[in-house]
């Protein structure tokens, strides 16, 4: 089992940055993926930003070039440094952390007002 803590959430003005934090814990060794994803309301969860155990890192188009994910392995916590932040970037945001299983947090909202 691995359980996800969130942090960072919270409401911005369009054009603010905001960073997210994830810490893993449980059985968190071996080679993994953590990121994040977000979901608005009657729309599907999807992906922001992912990173492996080794570095490398996948963005949706939407955020590139604005949203950063990093991971600190020591911690097994992932980050996702979010500037240039737009009104459709609101959404709940999750921490996801996939080994052989698949794992969500409990979600953090992110509000980016016009």
């Given at each position: 089992q691995v359980q996800l803590v969130e942090s960072g959430g919270g409401l911005v003005q369009a054009g603010?940055?905001?960073?997210?934090?994830?810490?893993a814990s449980g059985s968190v060794r071996g080679i993994s993926v953590m990121g994040w994803y977000r979901q608005t309301?009657?729309?599907?969860?999807?992906?922001?930003?992912d990173i492996t155990s080794?570095?490398?890192?996948?963005?949706?188009?939407?955020v590139k070039g604005?949203?950063?994910?990093?991971?600190?392995n020591a911690k097994n916590t992932v980050y996702l440094q979010m500037n240039s932040l737009k009104p459709e970037d609101t959404a709940v945001?999750?921490?996801?952390?996939k080994n052989h299983w698949n794992y969500w947090g409990q979600?953090?909202?992110?509000?980016?007002?016009?």
């Open positions: 603010g940055s905001l960073r997210l934090s994830c810490a309301p009657g729309k599907q969860r999807e992906l922001v930003a080794g570095g490398r890192t996948n963005y949706a188009d939407s604005r949203f950063t994910v990093s991971r600190d945001y999750y921490c996801n952390f979600g953090t909202q992110v509000t980016v007002s016009s």
